[in-house]
Each structure stands twice: as structure tokens, then as C-alpha cells.
T-cell receptor, first 113, second 114 residues
Framework: DQQVKQNSPSLSVQEGRISILNCDYT??????FLWYKKYPAEGPTFLIS?????DKNEDGRFTVFLNKSAKHLSLHIVPSQPGDSAVYFC????????????FGKGTHLIIQP | DVKVTQSSRYLVKRTGEKVFLECVQD?????MFWYRQDPGLGLRLIYF???????EKGDIPEGYSVSREKKERFSLILESASTNQTSMYLC?????????????FGPGTRLTVT
């Protein structure tokens, strides 16, 4: 059973608008959540993270929101730029990531000019 | 900057061959990981290691083994390659010290088994 779900395989957003990527999880033992960005033929790069004791973390244009009661997190990108076009993976871990990460299937974000 | 390197970007092997995928990190990280990425499936954890000589099974260890003889190097071994092991293989490392667990990934090895 998939513990981390990204239900939108792709998302198309106009340049300058807000991109919202969603992620749901089922394992209540997860205590750390991360977003990774991946370009074709490259490894994923870390984008932003949030601990389960927080409900929001912001870094420049990127904000992650965590709703523990709903087991839902989202990544907001404002404003969206052409270079943001990539596949975004949501990931979660127990014990701060020491045992590896559980990834969602990814959402392909396409920024339209 | 953390650097994780993988020995090959592209590899083509025949069914039944023994395959070695090498990964090296230069940041003295304790933890190292091997994932595979397949279309529509995301990244799945194969094996990981906390320390030299230590190894732990991930979610899909069948058909694979690993070796960690030195802290900076983590090898993934396909004992007898099969076509269903055609995939993108990604190595990652992380530090135990920060407690945050961000993993740093290599560029990946695209393995094709024919």
C-alpha cells in the first residue's frame, strides 16, 4: 500500500501564478517531510522540508504547509518561473530520515509562458 | 557542496551478468542509500547503510546486494541481472549529525538489461 501519495501526475501553471502541489500520507509515524525537485537525467535535489512539529516552513518562493490531522502537505511556489518546470517528489520519513525516505510517485509541473 | 558521484551514467548489460554500481560521496556522511526510479512508481528504497560494514534492507531488496567497505563508498550489486531490473538507479547520502536527514543524490545510472 502506498504510504505517500501524489494524486496529480502533472500540473500546468502559467508563469507568474501560484503553483500548488499536493501530497497525502497514511503513516502517522512519519515525522519529517521533504520536497525534492528532479530534472530529466539528473538526480533529485532537495528543495524544502518540514518537521511534524511545525505547520509551515518558508524559503524564498517556496512554502510547505503541513496539516497533520488531515495527513496532507502542500508545496506552494510563488511566483512560478519557467525554471520551475520539473518533476516534484514528496517524501516522508520516520526517525528524521535515518532509515531512508518514502517517496510519492511525483508530479510533473509545467510552467507555461 | 556535497558531491555524490556514480561510476556510470549509462550501462547496458546482458541477462544473467553480475553488475556493480558504484557510489562515492565526499562529505563524510554516515548514511548512504540506493534507490531505483521507474516511471509512474517514484523512487523506491533498495538498501541503505548506517556505517561501514552495516547494511539494512529497504522496500525492494530482492535481487540486489550491497557492500560498504569504506565510509565514502557504497556499492549496489545485481548478482544475476534480469530485464525487470532495467531502471534508473540513484545513490544518496545523508548526515546523521544534523538530525534533519536531507539526502543528497548522485546523477543516477540508467541501467538497461537486455
Amino acid at each position: 500500500d502506498q504510504q505517500v501519495k501524489q494524486n496529480s501526475p502533472s500540473l500546468s501553471v502559467q508563469e507568474g501564478r501560484i503553483s500548488i502541489l499536493n501530497c497525502d500520507y497514511t503513516n502517522s509515524m512519519f515525522d519529517y517531510f521533504l520536497w525534492y525537485k528532479k530534472y530529466p537525467a539528473e538526480g533529485p535535489t532537495f528543495l524544502i522540508s518540514i518537521s511534524s512539529i511545525k505547520d509551515k516552513n518558508e524559503d524564498g518562493r517556496f512554502t510547505v504547509f503541513l496539516n497533520k490531522s488531515a495527513k496532507h502537505l502542500s508545496l506552494h511556489i510563488v511566483p512560478s518561473q519557467p525554471g520551475d518546470s520539473a518533476v516534484y517528489f514528496c517524501a516522508a520519513s520516520e526517525r528524521g530520515g535515518a532509515d531512508g525516505l518514502t517517496f510519492g510517485k511525483g508530479t510533473h509541473l509545467i510552467i507555461q509562458p | 557542496d556535497v558531491k555524490v558521484t556514480q561510476s556510470s551514467r549509462y550501462l547496458v548489460k546482458r541477462t544473467g551478468e553480475k553488475v556493480f554500481l558504484e557510489c562515492v560521496q565526499d562529505m563524510d556522511h554516515e548514511n548512504m542509500f540506493w534507490y531505483r526510479q521507474d516511471p509512474g512508481l517514484g523512487l523506491r528504497l533498495i538498501y541503505f547503510s548506517y556505517d561501514v560494514k552495516m547494511k539494512e534492507k529497504g522496500d525492494i531488496p530482492e535481487g540486489y546486494s550491497v557492500s560498504r567497505e569504506k565510509k565514502e563508498r557504497f556499492s549496489l550489486i545485481l548478482e544475476s541481472a534480469s530485464t525487470n531490473q532495467t531502471s534508473m538507479y540513484l545513490c544518496a547520502s545523508s548526515s546523521s549529525g544534523t538530525g534533519l536527514g536531507e539526502q543528497y543524490f548522485g546523477p543516477g545510472t540508467r541501467l538497461t538489461v537486455t
